[in-house]
């Protein structure tokens, strides 16, 4: 009788015993047949490296408790829903009815009341917030992927200190990778001896390793000023003359929103969830709720744009940011404009693109042509033919890394915010996105968006299709890695 080395049963017991744990945390199926793929070939290898990278949660805790944290501070800004006339949305039936599937998930409505102004150059953003910061009276609460301070974000950080030395309830949230650099710099310490609490979001250590994934970042850029004043978009705080020059793609490219009103107090319940839970694990009691302001200006304006805050992450309990941006190209009429800088798509925003070129809708994508991520950048470029054939519009930038993160649909709704098109800003990290139901900002983020494709080049079919063998083959092999990245 022949006997089967224990290695290969081991082999067997781990591929049958992984297998169907992934079978039954139900990711999409390219997804899935991935990971399966991996450990069965790589056992070892496979299975730590999916616990490192695979399990995308936060904890249950996190999703349990994250909730309620919301659900509290909604209540306390009386973030319910507003009785928007069906003029005030300025947008078709269906972008109605997708805004009260986004009020059901998330507590987030529609919100009247409110102002919003578009900047779309490094500098003047920069000037806008430091403004802003300078004439804080109570509250000053920053929450980036990315802070280094260098250049003119120099300007920012003195901005703080001096509202933390007058008495201005500072707090600045820096996501652990992302800000790795400034949360060990003097700045850091010299915020905290000036009365800034700088708190590290998602902190990672070997041993939280063991319980959640270590590359679930926070990836969100939002400021909030004495609850009247935030913003919102792609810009990391960071200069970009100073920011990656190593990287040779040039000046990063960004959007920021300043917003005031009610939708304000929305960007704050978001803030103020992640603060609780990066201070004290999720084991909060009602002292740590009632730390942050809890009434909500009652200023209006005149001419109101109607706004509503989508976050999204593996805090959520479900990918709805996807869900949305999928039902959003399918309910395109007229045109359909997506400006991201890491565009590696699945089955469904491929076929969702293809459906509406083809159904007569101007689809166009800018994106930059330099990235600084190969692997994204040839996975993303697996898919080019398919939309060309289809009649899809690519434009690459080539003045600068387009970082910009934006989707206009039929001049009439737009989405900014801190998402990317692929897998990760779906599924892992967390996100924040602005809908935006005004035909004014429309105009003005079209505006934008011209003066990007006044500097970029249209990808012509026939010219694509003479790139190399080699590149051919580089991009079909990472696009099977595009569901892991």
Known sequence: MTSIPITLLLHICVTIFMGLRILYRRMAVNTTLAWIIII?????????????????????????????????????????????????????????????????????????????????????????????????????????????????????????????????????????????????SD???????????????????????????????????????????????????????????????????????????????????????????????????????????????????????????????????TSLIYEVIVSTLFGARKSITIVTPYFVPDEAIVLALKNAARRGIKVELVIPRKLDSIMARFASEAVYDTLLDAGVIIRRYHVGMLHTKAILIDDSVSFMGTVNMDMRSFYLNLEVTLAIYDVEFAARLRDTIDHYISRSKKLELEKWKERSASRRFCENVLRLAAPLL
């Open 40 to 184: 069965s070939a790589v056992p070892i290898g496979g299975v730590i490296f999916y616990f490192l990278f695979g399990d995308h949660r936060l904890g249950r805790k996190r999703l349990k408790q994250g909730a309620r944290i919301r659900e509290y501070y909604q209540n306390a800004y009386d973030i319910s829903g507003d009785d928007v006339p069906d003029e005030d949305m300025q947008t078709a039936t269906f972008f109605e009815d997708l805004s009260r599937i986004v009020s059901l998930e998330t507590g987030f409505h529609p919100s009247m009341g409110n102002k919003i102004r578009l900047f779309d150059e490094a500098g003047h953003t920069l000037t806008a917030m430091i403004e802003d910061i300078d004439n804080a009276k109570e509250h000053c609460f920053l929450e980036f992927y990315i802070v280094e301070a260098q250049g003119r974000v120099i300007q920012v950080m003195e901005a703080i200190e001096r509202a933390a030395l007058r008495g201005v309830d500072c707090r600045l949230l820096a996501d652990d990778i992302g800000s790795r650099l400034f949360l060990k």
């Open 187 to 317: 700045w850091c310490r010299r915020l905290e001896a000036a009365g800034v609490q700088v708190e590290r979001s998602l902190e990672v250590g070997v041993i939280k390793s063991f319980s959640k994934r270590t590359d679930l970042r926070n990836h969100r850029k939002l400021v909030i000023i004495d609850q009247a004043i935030g913003y919102i978009g792609s810009f990391n705080l960071v200069d970009p003359i100073e920011f990656k020059k190593s990287a040779d793609v040039g000046q990063w490219v960004d959007v920021m929103a300043r917003l005031e009103g009610h939708i304000v107090s929305s960007l704050a319940v978001v803030f103020n969830t992640d603060f609780i839970f990066d201070t004290t694990g999720g084991d909060f009691t009602p002292t740590h709720l009632q730390q942050f302001p809890s009434g909500t200006p009652s200023k209006e304006f005149s001419r109101d744009a109607v706004l509503q805050l989508i976050p999204s992450g593996p805090e959520m309990r």
